[in-house]
Nanobody, 114 residues
């Protein structure tokens, strides 16, 4: 199993919610900022949200007010709660640390469609 394992994606209708999870190895999680990225069809990978070890959060303007990133140190897991989903949120979602860890995980597909 890799150092980064994403899960929780699926098919959801517009306006719906999903919670993504990313399990990271302890060597990564405990010392690094953790980030969520996404890559939509035909688009470049973009940074969606980030959370520092101290809990400071930042979001891309496109998801601000709808997505919430959090981390559970006991489980070495970072979450992305996604509410009010839109079709343009359709993408493969990845987590990673800062600085980046190689290889990336397999990602988890999120499809927002009616």
């Amino acid at each position: 199993q890799g150092q980064l394992v994403e899960s929780g994606g699926g098919l959801v209708q517009p306006g719906g919610s999903l919670r993504l999870s990313c399990a990271a190895s302890g060597s990564i999680f405990n010392i690094n900022r953790m980030d969520w990225y996404r890559q939509g069809p035909g688009k470049e990978r973009e940074l969606v949200a980030r959370i520092t070890t101290g809990g400071s959060r930042n979001y891309a303007d496109s998801v601000k007010g709808r997505f919430t990133i959090s981390r559970d140190s006991a489980k070495n897991t970072v979450y992305l709660q996604m509410n009010s989903l839109k079709p343009e949120d359709t993408a493969v979602y990845y987590c990673n640390a800062f600085p980046l860890v190689q290889p990336w995980g397999q990602g988890t597909q999120v499809t927002v469609s009616s």
